[in-house]
T-cell receptor, first 111, second 114 residues
């Protein structure tokens, strides 16, 4: 069964800073998800990636399958980026089952 | 396209009661997954339905059950409610049942058990 660790748990930064959130997992996977959860509970899927790098606006996600590690980067951070960021992987790695989630990174961007 | 909808949004129940939550997926999506989120445990997978069949189940007691209808709408039921069942219950839909598909989350149902 996959185990997921995220770091840091909490992160406070100033507007404009470059942000990095890390996610490590224990079992090889078919794909990894990055999710964003705003206060109030709504969750948005940011990325699903199985190799390399994906970019969407100011967000960049990378994954290293050999190292079992993924990072989420935010460039030119803005207060509206304040949210909880969660990574998730297939529970048994293969994909034909549910997801196991990290505990999340609470990000606050101060103006 | 309309997003994933969940009803009700908020619910208060007492211990021992049962509750049914509803989820309507995005049109065309055939997979619905359910998750429980609590401050202590974070997000946890409950179960996943595809084509009216439960494909996967997380590590939850039998009090938690669900079903999916022919129009892909899904319901989950919790019987004999306990205080620890207080949580945000989220459903997510995707095109296929494998968990490497992008999932689209609903707004959640916040359940409080007194």
């Amino acid at each position: 069964k996959n185990e997921v660790e995220q770091s840091p748990q909490n992160l406070t930064a100033q507007e404009g800073e470059f942000i990095t959130i890390n996610c490590s997992y224990s079992v090889g996977i078919s794909a990894l998800h990055w999710l964003q959860q705003h206060p109030g509970g709504g969750i948005v899927s940011l990325f699903m990636l199985s190799s390399g790098k994906k970019k969407h606006g100011r967000l960049i996600a990378t994954i290293n399958i050999q190292e079992k590690h993924s990072s989420l980067h935010i460039t030119a951070s803005h207060p509206r980026d304040s949210a909880v960021y969660i990574c998730a992987v297939p529970t048994s790695g293969g994909g034909a089952d549910g997801l196991t989630f990290g505990k999340g990174t609470h990000l606050i961007i101060q103006p | 396209k309309a997003g994933v909808t969940q009803t009700p949004r908020y619910l208060i129940k007492t211990r021992g009661q049962q509750v049914t939550l509803s989820c309507s997926p995005i049109s065309g999506h055939r997979s619905v997954s359910w998750y429980q989120q609590t401050p202590g445990q974070g997000l946890q997978f409950l179960f996943e339905y595809f084509s009216e069949t439960q494909r996967n189940k997380g590590n939850f007691p039998g009090r938690f059950s669900g079903r999916q209808f022919s129009n892909s709408r899904s319901e989950m039921n919790v019987s004999t409610l306990e205080l620890g069942d207080s949580a945000l219950y989220l459903c997510a839909s995707s095109l296929a049942f494998r968990s490497q598909e992008t999932q689209y989350f609903g707004p959640g149902t916040r359940l409080l058990v007194l």
